[in-house]
């Protein structure tokens, strides 16, 4: 059976298997190409001869573009399907990453990594709509917790990859070979995603005004309102330590190697792990307190940092890493589940919060790391993990 009445997707069939195995090699593609200067930025700071904030601009400028597109991906998904604009997306990606790369100026390279984000916005703004629709409704918070594991395979093995490249090399060697990966990993996407077989095309002459009116619906939900402010300031303030944590690993007491700074990323498995296993919880003992309970995990980690011994610092960051993953794999989830009829507007807006926080946070906090240090940045990052617990439990509580 094809159309909205095929019956979704049950956990443990083939079909499932690859549904979810083709959006983990998506979020592989993605997120390897996005994040992967983060572990070079005090080699892009020191070739370029620009400081922490400034080097930090070659990630905000890709997740700022990616912001300003997942809003305009998910109307493109709704008139052509999920699946071809996600494969759309990460191939013309990949190729605006071997380009960026080599750019001959920074100025260049920002804009190159501003198009990049652009086009790398198919694959969040529509992944999880696209699974909400296809697999059995049972199965969504589960499958949410597997396509968010595979982004976190995608940060840690392209830090990984381009981290000691550019150590051998240069960073945009290190770039170049993450875009390499990255293009393998669309490859797996476009060999292994299952048609569609739930979803409707959008067309005809209302379609405009319908795509907006689905926008108005999803912000008039004080519920979805509270899942923006989550993203914003949770993705910020996450992005905000493992931006500045290699400065401030590389700088005394600790000197540590920048070969070595790459090996930090492994905290990226606390997330691999945390979170379908938060998307299992979430679905026997409620979303909220476990959004909550991974938030508080995020917290513990974060006052780890702050202890002197190295082993206790990437401790914490690997508790933090797990708890913000598993947070954000419930209301990822929860912002498609909730938005019937309207999923991807819902889920385009929840990383269009979440992709502005990254940029926006993610570069100012850059100047409390100027101007105070580590242990103002993780005051500051700390501050925003409470304003994000506080704004769920007042405006999600009775809406579960």
Known sequence: MVGAYAPGYAIGSPEYRRLLLALVCAGVATFAQIYSPQGML?????????????????????????ALAVLPWSFVGDRWGRRPAMMLSVVSATALALISAWAPSYELMLALRFLEGVALGGVPALAVAYLSEEVHPRARAVAAGWYVAGTTIGGLSGRMLATPVADLTSWRMGMSAVA???????????????????????????????A?????????????????????????GFVSVYNYLSFHLTAPPYLVPAAL???????????TVASP????????????????????VMVMGLLLTLTGPLLLVLLGLLVLTAGFFGAHAIASGWAGARAEGARSQATGLYNLAYYLGSSVLGWGTGLVYEAGG???????????????????????????
């Open 42 to 66: 005090q080699l892009i700071a020191a070739d370029l001869r620009i400081g922490a904030e400034g080097a930090a601009l070659s990630v905000s400028a890709a997740t700022a573009g990616l």
């Open 180 to 210: 390499v990966l990255a293009g393998m990993a669309a490859a797996g996407f476009v060999l292994l995603a299952p048609a569609e077989r739930r979803f409707t095309v959008t067309t005809g002459r209302g379609s405009a005004r319908t």
């Open 212 to 236: 907006v009116s689905r926008v108005v619906r999803a912000v008039r939900d004080p519920g979805q309102l509270a899942l923006l402010g989550f993203a914003f300031l949770m993705m910020g």
């Open 261 to 271: 700074i790459g090996l930090v990323f492994l905290a990226y498995l606390g997330g």
């Open 277 to 296: 296993l938060a998307g299992r919880l979430a679905a026997e003992h409620g979303r909220l307190p476990m959004m909550l309970t991974m938030m508080g």
């Open 374 to 400: 580590w242990t103002l940045t993780v005051l500051v990052v700390a501050l925003a993990v409470v304003l994000s617990a506080v704004l769920v439990v007042v405006m999600l509580r009775e809406r579960q």
